[in-house]
């Protein structure tokens, strides 16, 4: 019984170690496309920003300076795909494509140039890296049933990335909820006329919503690289920007929505993990069938059971002043 | 534009005087791909690397070589040696075979050398290793040092060659210890399987969490994040490839090493020396193709009473004493 507990406290908190990137990119993903600029950059986004936090943290040995200079060089990447979507009206898929592949090959680029370790950055110190906190108690409680493990293992014991995160979906679903820059936000991914006849402006919001986005995507990549790992190495946000932007879509463009996707996607990803190897009867569970579970999901519950996703009335369609 | 067109031709022409007579005397002039990690990639290429040296340190004769960034790049670099006349060309991993083959059909007189890969042709040399060897012996040391007997794995892509480590070290866990529990995971079936650290710290934890204490990562970038997990939580990692031994000391319990750079050196010297011959070879315990790594990081880790049992666990496999199973001869894994 109590090993089952374990294990199960185990599972969870895997699954939200593994959710925490998916959700800082989703909550990002749900500023951005709330407000009318398509997003598929996240990806780009990420990875670039754990390039420079592991870079950055490896140099200066503070992980704070790490996770600052993920967030600046993720915030510049948005601002590159706003200049391009909303200042010069561009296709907005096109743009964030071009900034995963930009993404892609600079760092490597210059991981190769500066650490000529075949594009990774070199290991850190546990002094540069944020590691898991023991909250305080986590101790006393040990003892308790149920109550102990889970608060050991599950609530205690995370990085400080991961709490960030938590707080950060209460923050987003607050503003866009309960706040007139929310609201607005919201209003101008829906109907950016009505907003620019009111006298705001559209593009003022745009960017503001696209800048919060690389700030969300720069924590994911620090985390990535400085949490999660103890390096930078090629190609290592595998494809989590999409997943996330899956879940956006699967959480209909909603705050809480996204969240609870990323966290079944996380948890998929956990259970996948322990179930490979399992064997079911003299079936042996093939590891192929468990990670396409994550998508087929995805599809089947899209399909039958959450019922249509409906983006923002204008998610993606640059604005264009008096038509 | 009329004198640009005139310096391409002399050029050209330059350059078909220089083949043809390269092509004639056919000095020793090496040259090696790296594989896509780079050269410092701390595994394969390095390795590559080192042998390259080793030849240059030894020879005198300076050799060139090539990092790629895109896999497509692999048929450029073999085709710009070759045709500059660079001799043989060595490259390293399985992902080059198709350039390897279609560059050493179009340059019939170059001998190519590749590592880790099988291609038959009368002007190549395929190198490979029978992992499931040193796997064999690294499972004999995990055995040992682990406390609760359970035992982990994590491959990087789901392929056979991965599943030959995994076998190999399976059965060097029951010879130790019959009644070990081991566990294996695969990070994917998809080429990201190599690069995704996360997901490999991820699967270690999860092992550690079932109880696991030693882990053996054959997974590209994403063992580096396994190694890391264990210095993380304390539990003992074994590494790949190169010895990575060096890069958490006090939970590197070892490495299982593949000699690239022996097998690098030893075809570049053969070509010095007129005995270069294309065919297919196999290098195990035996050839020194294969090897534990044992050196001041793991020293301590390692007791007396297991190193004399690896030893002897080495010594049987060469005198045959002990036969590894090869998963990739008939697709099974007997333990």
Excluded at chain 2, 163 to 172: D, E, H, I, K, S
Aim: hydrophobic content about 45%; some cysteine.
């Amino acid at each position: 019984m109590e090993d089952a507990i374990f294990q199960i406290v185990a599972l969870l908190a895997g699954t939200l170690r593994i959710a925490t990137p998916l959700i800082l990119c989703a909550m990002g993903g749900v500023f951005s496309e709330n407000a009318g600029v398509v997003d598929i950059g996240l990806e780009g986004k990420m990875l670039a920003a754990a390039f420079a936090s592991a870079t950055v943290a490896s140099a200066t040995g503070s992980p704070w300076l790490g996770l600052t200079a993920g967030i600046l060089v993720a915030c510049a990447m948005s601002l590159v795909h706003g200049a391009a979507c909303i200042t010069y009206r561009g296709n907005q898929i096109v743009s964030g494509v071009a900034i995963n592949i930009l993404a892609s090959g600079l760092t490597m680029v210059f991981a190769v140039a500066w650490f000529h370790m075949g594009g990774q950055t070199p290991g850190l110190d546990n002094a540069a890296r944020f590691l898991p906190i023991s909250l305080p108690g986590s101790e006393s409680l040990a003892g308790v049933p149920l109550i102990g493990p889970v608060y050991a293992n599950l609530i205690s014991g995370q990085t400080l990335p991961v709490y960030l995160t938590i707080a950060l979906v209460f923050l987003t679903a607050w503003t866009l909820s309960k706040t007139r820059f929310g609201l607005r936000l919201r209003a101008v991914g829906e109907e950016p006329k009505a907003v620019d006849a009111a006298g705001i402006s559209v593009a003022g919001l745009r960017y503001r919503a696209v800048l919060i986005c690389g700030g969300f995507t720069g924590i994911a990549g620090t985390y990535l690289a400085i949490a999660q790992n103890a390096n930078f190495s090629r190609e290592m946000s595998a494809g989590q920007g999409y997943i996330a932007l899956a879940a956006l879509i699967f959480g209909k463009w909603k705050a809480w929505g996204a969240f609870w996707a990323c966290i079944l996607f996380g948890f998929l990803d956990a259970v996948a993990i322990r179930l490979q190897g399992v064997h079911i009867g003299a079936f042996a569970v093939p590891t192929q069938a468990i990670q396409a579970m994550p998508y087929l999901l995805t599809v089947l519950l899209l399909a039958g059971f959450i019922g249509k996703a409906t983006a923002p009335k204008n998610d993606g369609v640059p604005y264009e002043k008096g038509e | 534009m009329k004198r640009g067109g005139i310096r391409r031709i002399a050029a050209l022409a330059c350059a078909f005087a220089a083949t043809a007579f390269l092509a004639a005397g056919r000095p020793v002039a090496p040259a090696y791909v790296y594989a896509m990690g780079g050269k410092f990639d701390r595994s394969f290429s390095e390795a590559l690397y080192r042998g390259a040296e080793r030849f240059k340190a030894a020879t005198g004769i300076p050799y060139v070589d090539f990092e790629v960034s895109r896999e497509t790049q692999f048929e450029q670099a073999y085709r710009h040696f070759a045709s500059r006349g660079r001799n043989p060309i060595i490259g390293v991993g399985f992902s080059q075979t198709d350039a390897v083959k279609r560059v050493a059909r179009a340059f019939p007189g170059t001998k190519f050398v590749l590592i880790d890969g099988n291609i038959h042709m009368p002007n190549v040399l395929s190198v490979e290793f029978r992992e499931e060897e040193g796997s064999f012996l690294v499972g004999v040391l995990a055995a040992m040092a682990s406390k609760t007997h359970k035992i982990g794995f994590v491959g990087g892509m789901d392929v056979p060659l991965i599943r030959r480590f995994a076998c190999g070290y399976g059965q060097g866990i029951k010879y130790a210890d019959p009644k070990a529990t081991f566990l294996q995971n695969m990070t994917g079936a998809t080429p990201e399987a190599w690069t995704n650290p996360a997901r490999g710290a991820e699967i270690a934890r999860e092992q550690f969490d079932r109880g696991v204490d030693v882990v053996y990562a054959a997974a590209g970038t994403t063992g580096m994040g396994v190694l890391q997990a264990a210095a993380d939580r304390g539990k003992l990692a074994i590494g790949v490839d190169s010895n990575q031994n060096y890069m958490h000391p006090g939970t590197m319990l070892t490495s299982m090493v593949k000699r690239v750079d022996v097998a690098a050196f030893d075809a570049a010297q053969a070509e010095t020396k007129g005995t270069w011959k294309p065919g297919h070879v196999v290098l195990g315990l035996k050839d020194g193709g294969v090897d534990w790594a044992y050196d001041r990081y793991n020293k301590k880790l390692v007791t007396p009473a297991m190193k004399a049992k690896v030893d002897q666990a080495k010594a049987d496999i060469i005198s045959g004493k002990i036969k590894v199973h090869d998963y990739e001869s008939d697709g099974r894994c007997v333990y």
